[in-house]
């Protein structure tokens, strides 16, 4: 059933930048810029639904009429937002800090598909990234989940891809694996592809059994916002 109405979007747009860089960059204890960080996801789940989230979405990407039907036919919710925390974070800190927002760490795991994104942009092999999956409720009572990376890497290289927008993502779960390859289908028709290390087609998560693909859409001020469409079981 498709749960979205065709509706225009509330005042809430979706926006084309977290502004992560600002809080998590500031010269302040990391404990703060966690905190500051965790807040900024948060407010974006009391501020949108999904039916919010996706119709802007279609707007964004300027998605003729059917192929806007399509792409709201498919989703389900939004997943999760993603984002890239600088390398001096720890899980003690980290699960502290989120606690104290009634956030909770629900998991963790080795990244496959982020992990080899970064290897490529470092012009190396695969940096080994560790996911941190956290999950509570927003003051308006939605489900707020956040998926945060912590690189292996060098503190200056982590904060200029946190600087970039690098990891920063929002992320639609849709109805099924075949939903990923139809919205790959569909995508492909209005002119957009998915990153280079994808090769073009979707990629397994095989630690959360997940089909995903990801697209960069442009921002006004030249970076990139990354949306991801993923099934799990």
Not at 13 to 39: M, N
Not at 91 to 106: F, G, P, R, S, Y
Not at 117 to 128: D, H, K, S, V, W
Not at 147 to 176: K, N, Y
Request: with cysteine; charged share 20%.
């Amino acid at each position: 059933m498709n749960i979205f109405s065709s509706r225009e979007p509330d005042n809430h747009k979706l926006p084309t930048s977290f502004g992560f860089e600002r809080p998590l960059l500031q010269p302040a204890p990391l404990a703060q810029r966690l905190a500051e960080c965790l807040a900024l996801s948060i407010d974006f789940f009391d501020n949108h639904t999904t039916s919010d989230a996706v119709s802007s979405l279609a707007r964004l990407m300027r998605l003729a009429d059917a192929h806007r039907e399509a792409l709201l036919a498919a989703i389900v919710s939004i997943g999760h937002i993603g984002l890239l925390l600088p390398a001096a974070t720890d899980e003690k800190t980290l699960a502290a800090i989120a606690a104290d927002m009634d956030l909770m760490i629900t998991g963790s795991a080795p990244s496959e598909i982020f992990a080899r994104e970064l290897g490529m942009l470092a012009g190396g092999q695969t940096i080994a990234t560790r996911i941190y999956r956290m999950a509570g409720v927003g003051r308006m009572g939605r489900p707020a989940n956040i998926e945060a990376f912590v690189p292996e890497a060098e503190t200056a290289l982590v904060d200029t891809w946190i600087q970039d927008g690098v990891g920063t993502h929002l992320a639609f779960r849709v109805q099924s694996r075949l939903s990923v390859w139809k919205i790959l289908e569909l995508l492909a028709d209005c002119g957009y592809s998915v990153p280079p290390f994808m090769h073009g087609k979707a990629m397994e998560n095989h630690n959360k059994g997940s089909l995903i693909i990801y697209y960069d859409l442009p921002d006004a001020t030249g970076k990139r916002f990354r949306v991801e469409f993923y099934h799990e079981p």
